[in-house]
């Protein structure tokens, strides 16, 4: 029944819920979790309570009776052919970045877009650092070590797997251990990577990075905390694919960013109200790595390091 696989305290807040914004004698006459939440999202709408305060809360019923879900062949081939599919066509963001705006956008419509069994995040970005140089870049971004420095809180460890980055053009590999920022969850991830960046001359470079292995932490944090096995769990982030362009030029270096993620799928009738958080969610995740970069970037030029 919907009641099954909730906490004490989703439990509590589940009757609160309802003896605030619901008569007495209002029951969930379902015994289909994901019915009964929709249900429970209508009458919070019709009794006056705030449509971000009711997301929230009812994406909190979600995450604690939703079942765990298993990464799928079949989604693996659909991802696979989906990133083959949009290679070399990353739009050109650079002339609003050229005016001091962070650019994001979806890469096309709809987003996410549904495959069997999970959602791909598809996300174009672009900013501009002006007064960088190109070996101003990529020495902040090739340096793996700090990225808990640079992009926390999201990332909260990060190293190396070697002991320095091998040379351009050759695959860098590292490990993040990621935080799920999300306030209905204490899981995190930890992902291991590969990244080629590519000099075509002195002013342009990109790089190419997706992850070869995704593990969820579950009970992160908490004596129960243990490593799920690749493709089991949550389904937050499954795969991470991500294509940068780096040019420097009008006395700055610019930064076209695409990012692409797999995760699990959402149920059909959640997706009226959980797609628009999932799009949010997404969009707001580049945007504060682009940020995170130009304030990393800006720091070490600062500092003099690359004088």
Same mark, same amino acid.
């Not at 007064?131 to 926390?152: C, P, S």
């Not at 960013?257 to 797999?262: D, K, N, T, Y």
């Given at each position: ?11 509590? !807040? ?22 009964? &939440?929709?249900?429970? =999202?209508? *009458?919070?709408? =019709? ?6 305060i009711a997301a ?7 995450? %604690? &009776? ?8 079949? @989604? ?7 990133? *083959? ?22 890469? +096309? +419509? ?8 999970? !959602? ?16 101003? &870049? ?31 053009? +050759? ?7 990621? %935080?799920?920022?999300? !306030? #209905?969850?204490k899981a995190a ?18 790089? #190419?990075?997706? @992850? ?31 294509t940068t362009r780096?040019? +420097? ?31 949010? &969610? ?7 790595? *682009? ?5 990393? #970037? ?10």
């Amino acid at each position: 029944m919907f009641y099954s696989g909730m906490n004490r305290p989703t439990l509590f !807040l589940h009757h609160f819920l309802k003896v605030k914004y619901l008569a007495p004698s209002c029951r969930l006459r379902t015994k289909n979790c994901i019915q009964g &939440v929709m249900h429970m =999202a209508r *009458l919070f709408a =019709a009794k006056g309570m705030p449509r971000q305060i009711a997301a929230f809360l009812l994406l909190l019923l979600i995450s %604690r &009776v939703a079942q765990p879900a298993q990464l799928k062949q079949q @989604t693996v081939d659909e991802w696979n052919r989906y990133i *083959l599919a949009t290679q070399d066509s990353m739009p050109d963001g650079s002339s609003r970045a050229r005016n001091g705006e962070i650019v994001v956008a979806p890469f +096309e +419509e709809p987003t996410p877009k549904h495959v069997s069994g999970g !959602l791909v995040h598809h996300w174009i970005g672009a900013a501009f650092i002006p007064g960088a140089k190109m070996k101003d &870049v990529l020495i902040v971004v090739r340096d793996y070590a700090q990225y808990k420095d640079f992009y926390a809180p999201s990332v909260i460890a990060s190293a190396l797997t070697t002991e320095k980055p091998p040379p351009i053009g +050759e695959a860098d590999r590292f490990v993040l251990r990621l %935080r799920n920022q999300s !306030l #209905v969850s204490k899981a995190a991830l930890d992902a291991t990577y590969t990244a080629t960046y590519v000099q075509l001359d002195p002013k342009r470079t990109y790089a #190419v990075a997706h @992850t070869t292995r995704v593990q969820e932490i579950d009970h992160f944090g908490e004596a129960s905390q243990r490593t799920l096995p690749p493709g089991e769990g949550n389904g937050y982030i499954w795969q991470l694919y991500a294509t940068t362009r780096f040019v +420097e030029q009008d006395g700055g270096v610019y930064i076209e960013a695409e990012g692409i993620a797999l995760s699990r799928d959402i149920p059909v009738a959640a997706r009226w109200f959980v797609d628009p958080i999932v799009r949010r &969610v997404s969009r707001d995740a580049l945007h504060t790595s *682009l940020t995170q970069t130009v304030q990393a #970037v800006n720091k070490y030029v600062a500092s003099g390091k690359g004088r």
